[in-house]
């Protein structure tokens, strides 16, 4: 069974940065494109991210140049690098494993974790 587990959510002020990070068991993270998405109170989830294996990746037009998605393979890891972030970036991020190599935003996700807090907040 696959499972994906979140970290490294928290409070953070506006114009600062977290790293969050996902870790993929119960399968190997090279046959998967990863991607995050959020979801903020009363709003639809969202691509935020996405890579494949061939590195190939896509992001939100409101995350482009601060964020950043990277993934390591041997240790079943993905990665979100946010940087300069803002009041609006607050949300429930969520890690998703996608069978395929599409790195379209309208691919669903097949496995879901369940999700990190991130609150951007002075």
């Known amino acids: 069974q696959v499972q994906l587990v979140e970290s490294g959510g928290g409070l953070v002020q506006p114009g600062g940065s977290l790293r969050l990070s996902c870790v993929v068991s119960?399968?190997?993270?090279?046959?998967?494109?990863m991607g995050w998405y959020r979801q903020a109170p009363g709003k639809q989830r969202e691509l935020v991210a996405v890579i494949n294996n061939g590195g190939s990746t896509n992001f939100a037009d409101s995350v482009k140049g601060r964020f950043t998605i990277s993934r390591d393979n041997a240790k079943n890891t993905v990665t979100l690098q946010m940087n300069s972030l803002k009041p609006e970036d607050t949300a429930v991020y969520y890690c998703?494993?996608?069978?395929?190599?599409?790195?379209?935003?309208?691919?669903?996700?097949?496995?879901w974790g369940q999700g990190t807090q991130v609150t951007v907040s002075s």
């Open positions: 998703a494993a996608r069978r395929g190599t599409s790195i379209a935003a309208s691919t669903p996700g097949n496995y």
């Open positions: 119960g399968s190997f993270l090279s046959i998967y494109t």
